[in-house]
């Protein structure tokens, strides 16, 4: 019988954890930038300034981030931050490896001025700041930071990592966007099934705002409703196509994935290194079911339509960990 992966019977909401502004790099005041994604459908979005926290603002309501009052209207604003090692993975005396870490929904911050001013945090220090202060962890772009897979081993606390950054493709930086790789050393070799989120990592505005999305399904479009939702792990990161459920028969060893009419094939990757139905047709079915084989501990499942944007589910695992 095949039961649904996701825990929540909940709405879905469309949502983008990555973006700059004036207030750090980005091309965009924050007025602005909430503007471009409310105008694009999105129902939730972080703001994350590098180095400098932001606020959260529940929808229909109003807040004040340095000065400016900020109302998203419909929409969902989560207190975001990126935060850095200021390592750029050179051997040049006093340089350690590149790592980018996105904290979403923290409840103050009292203590990141104190931090910010710090030069070289480690990952772990990163990561207990933000959680320690009610928020949610996540690593952005594992690709485009060149990051050693096996590294993730020595960093706890993780709710998510970044499967696609849409900044970290060109015209804007080259073709890094996709680390859709690193899930599946994790999963194979670290028995790691770290959950896959997308983000745009939006700087400039020219193009590179409202390319990808990750969509959770919540009970309530809040803060503490979509907190929970990632917690649990019911979400999927996409550039385009749908995904409607999906569905585990343990006991007949099937995958099912319902799915936008768009979607015309579906890949699925896993530990093993060659099966028959890698790569499955779904055209104008809306539907495709995967056989699993024994000696797969995980499953992901990569969807795409005619122009070739994916969407991406979370390693699945299989078995115990």
């Known amino acids: 019988m095949f039961k649904s992966v996701f825990s929540e019977d909940g709405n879905w909401y469309k949502g983008n954890l990555h973006m700059h502004t004036t207030r ?14 409310r105008r694009s459908g999105y129902d939730f979005v972080a703001i994350t300034d590098h180095r400098k926290p932001g606020i959260t603002v529940e929808p229909g309501c109003t807040g004040v981030l340095d000065g400016t009052a900020l109302s998203p209207e419909n929409m969902l604003l989560l207190s975001g931050v990126e935060w850095d090692t200021g390592g750029t993975n050179s051997d040049l005396p006093g340089d350690c490896p590149c790592w980018h870490i996105l904290g979403i929904g ?11 001013a710090i030069r070289h945090p480690s990952p772990q220090q990163i990561v207990d700041i933000i959680r320690q202060d009610g928020g949610l962890a996540i690593l952005a772009h594992p690709c485009w930071s060149v990051m050693d897979p096996a590294s993730l081993t020595d960093v706890t606390g993780f709710a998510a990592a970044e499967i696609y950054n849409a900044i970290s493709e060109n015209p804007w930086n080259g073709n890094r966007a996709d680390s859709s790789i690193w899930f599946d050393l994790w999963a194979s070799n670290q028995r790691i099934c770290m959950p896959a989120v997308a983000g745009d990592d939006a700087h400039s505005y020219d193009g590179d705002q409202c390319q990808s999305f990750t969509m959770v399904r919540a009970a309530f479009l809040t803060r503490d409703g979509i907190m929970d939702a990632i917690r649990r792990g019911d979400f999927y990161a996409s550039r385009g196509p749908v995904i409607k459920d999906i569905a585990l028969d343990r006991e007949n060893h099937l995958l099912r994935i319902d799915c936008s009419a768009d979607v015309i094939a579906a890949a699925f990757y896993s530990n093993s290194i060659w099966q028959e139905n890698r790569v499955m047709s779904v055209l104008h079915k809306g539907t495709v079911t995967y056989p699993i084989a024994r000696e797969e501990t995980y499953i992901r499942a990569e969807l795409m339509d005619r122009f070739g944007r994916k969407a991406w589910t979370s390693p699945i695992p299989l078995r115990e960990a």
Request: glycine residues 8%.
């Open 24 to 37: 750090s790099d980005g091309r965009a005041d924050p007025a602005a930038a909430l503007s471009a994604y």
């Open 106 to 116: 923290m409840t103050s911050s009292g203590k990141d001025a104190d931090f910010a």
